[in-house]
């Protein structure tokens, strides 16, 4: 299925104590369009450009908080916010929110129906691949679509933010580290897959992430995690 064409979006409901979060993140492939920004809510976290310079901010419903150097994720989660530059969202340009020496780790096949998409055996164990983040573009901006290289796939997916490292973990500990969540579209080019998983996967500006990291409650469960995926806003 060629499903190449127009714009992708994904909305994601987060269900914390007290209510529903809805994220949007919406790329666009058609030159000189831009998707409208973000509404966002209070302490989210937000990469975004500062005098040509990236740094991390959380935000209000109409602010980003510029807070110390905010030069990497880690200099902002679990920070509190004392006299920081107030940006207002309107004028803050986004950026992907991931540190340029973030990795991310994708599960492939991890569900039936698309192994027998893709073809082959199903196997008891997904399997992995990286995506660096030079694949990625930011909320709104243009997707790179790689010309002359046939199917150009999406797929809309939650992508889980660490906030502590670590080895080995067992299923408690590695749920605790699980600082928030933010979406991901997953642009694929299938027929440079079946030779090279990584390089059809990482063609530059071939996916987006964003457009915010939400914090996710330390007792939700994960599976009650939804989204959705639209083509064109269907």
Same mark, same amino acid.
């Given at each position: 299925?060629?499903?190449?064409?127009? /714009?992708?979006?994904?909305?994601?409901?987060?269900? @914390?104590?007290? #209510?529903?979060?809805?994220?949007?993140?919406?790329?666009?492939?058609?030159?000189?369009?831009?998707?409208?920004?973000?509404?966002?809510? !209070?302490?989210?976290?937000?990469?975004? $450009? /500062?005098?040509?310079?990236?740094? /991390?901010?959380? %935000?209000?419903?109409?602010?980003?908080?510029?807070?110390?150097? +905010?030069?990497?994720? *880690?200099?902002?989660?679990? +920070?509190?916010?004392?006299? @920081?530059?107030?940006?207002?969202?309107?004028?803050?340009?986004?950026?992907?929110?991931? $540190?340029?020496?973030? *990795?991310?780790?994708?599960?492939?096949?991890?569900?039936?129906?698309?192994?027998?998409?893709?073809?082959?055996?199903? %196997? !008891?164990?997904?399997?992995?691949?990286?995506?660096?983040?030079?694949?990625?573009?930011?909320? +709104?901006?243009?997707?790179?679509?790689?010309?002359?290289?046939?199917?150009?796939?999406?797929?809309?997916?939650?992508?889980?933010?660490?906030?502590?490292?670590? *080895?080995?973990? $067992?299923?408690?500990?590695?749920?605790?580290?699980?600082? #928030?969540?933010?979406?991901?579209?997953?642009?694929?080019?299938?027929?440079?897959?079946?030779?090279?998983?990584?390089?059809?996967?990482?063609?530059?500006?071939?996916?987006?992430?964003?457009?915010?990291?939400?914090?996710? @409650?330390?007792?939700? $469960?994960?599976?009650?995690?939804?989204?959705?995926?639209?083509?064109?806003?269907?």
């Amino acid at each position: 299925q060629d499903r190449s064409n127009g /714009w992708c979006a994904a909305r994601s409901t987060i269900p @914390p104590s007290g #209510g529903n979060l809805d994220r949007r993140c919406t790329t666009r492939r058609t030159r000189n369009r831009r998707s409208s920004g973000p509404t966002m809510i !209070e302490n989210a976290l937000v990469r975004i $450009d /500062w005098h040509g310079r990236p740094r /991390w901010a959380r %935000t209000t419903s109409d602010y980003a908080l510029l807070q110390g150097d +905010g030069l990497a994720l *880690r200099d902002i989660i679990g +920070g509190s916010v004392n006299d @920081p530059v107030r940006i207002p969202l309107g004028d803050a340009r986004m950026l992907v929110p991931l $540190d340029t020496s973030a *990795r991310v780790f994708c599960v492939g096949r991890n569900f039936g129906a698309h192994a027998d998409e893709m073809g082959g055996e199903r %196997t !008891e164990q997904p399997n992995f691949f990286v995506r660096l983040p030079s694949s990625f573009v930011a909320n +709104g901006d243009e997707l790179a679509y790689p010309e002359g290289v046939g199917t150009y796939d999406f797929e809309g997916e939650i992508a889980f933010v660490l906030g502590i490292g670590g *080895r080995a973990m $067992d299923v408690a500990t590695a749920r605790a580290a699980i600082f #928030g969540a933010t979406l991901l579209m997953d642009g694929s080019v299938r027929s440079v897959q079946k030779s090279s998983l990584f390089l059809g996967k990482n063609f530059d500006g071939s996916g987006a992430l964003g457009p915010c990291i939400v914090q996710l @409650p330390p007792d939700l $469960d994960l599976r009650q995690l939804r989204f959705t995926t639209a083509l064109n806003g269907t």
